[in-house]
């Protein structure tokens, strides 16, 4: 099972650290015709843990996005394998205390920040993004200045994606933000999701996508987690990985 970490965090509460919020969390994720799979979800100050089983192995990947590094954590081998992240995940350039470029996702993109814009009635960043391998393509992405995640974003003028703020519900005894996402396919075929972003906790705690998948956070315990949590325990021994990192969207190692 490969994990999605679908988090978008506040960018501007300060506590002295990488991530705006601290928690932990029951990951779950559910697909039509699949048995529901689940992880334990820690976000600290400075990194992301997740414990997960993978083909009957228990695993534990630590994610630090300061350092661009994620480590995979054997238990019961009492190995690690360290893994260089060209570029960061969306969702944890989101979650960075100050703000950073959008292309510090993308590995191959360079921007300019070209000013300020109301979408949808909220204050968005424009920034102008080229990338290495087709400069002659055209994008501008509109980043929420508060939430710190994507609300408008085109190709050479034609709208590819945008995010819509729908209205507060309460759902699990919390007041949450609803948001629709709205993106074309490649063959050009409108796909819509929905997402409820809790601003207390900063973060995102489902996600309704197309294709009916389901992801989503259970059991949020807010609070400070241990420091210890997002260290190699002492005594594990370093093996060389098999393959090189291929992150998906969150950075979880493929």
């Known amino acids: 099972m490969v994990w999605g970490l679908f988090l978008v965090l506040h960018s501007a509460v300060s506590h002295g650290g990488w991530f705006a919020a601290e928690f932990s969390a029951e990951m779950v994720q559910a697909a039509p015709q699949q048995p529901e799979a689940t992880a334990r979800l820690y976000v ?11 083909n009957g192995r228990e695993l534990v990947q630590i994610i630090v996005p300061e350092e661009r590094i994620s480590w995979l954590i054997s238990p019961k081998e009492k190995t690690y394998e360290i893994h260089h992240l060209p570029s960061l995940p969306p969702e944890l350039a989101a979650m960075a205390v100050t703000p950073v470029s959008p292309c510090s996702t993308v590995a191959t993109a360079s921007c300019r920040r070209v000013g300020t814009e109301r979408v949808g009635g909220r204050e968005a960043e424009k920034w102008h993004v080229t990338h290495q391998r087709d400069a002659t393509r055209t ?16 190709v050479d ?16 005894g919390r007041q949450l933000e609803k948001w629709e996402s709205s993106s074309r396919t490649a063959a ?24 009916a998948y389901v992801r989503e956070l259970r059991d949020i315990r807010a609070g400070k987690q241990p420091e210890e949590l997002f260290q190699i325990p002492s005594g594990y021994r370093k093996v060389e990985a098999l393959r090189p990192a291929i992150p998906n969207r969150s950075g979880l190692l493929q």
């Open 44 to 54: 600290g100050a400075t990194g992301v843990r997740t414990e997960f089983e993978k």
């Open 139 to 154: 994008m501008q992405v509109w980043v929420d200045k508060d939430h710190r995640f994507v609300l408008r974003q085109t």
């Open 157 to 172: 003028g034609e709208l590819t994606f945008e995010r819509r703020f729908i209205g507060i519900e309460q759902r699990d």
């Open 188 to 211: 050009g075929r409108l796909a819509r999701g929905h997402e409820w972003y809790d601003p207390e906790l900063h973060v995102a705690t489902r996600q309704e996508l197309p294709g």
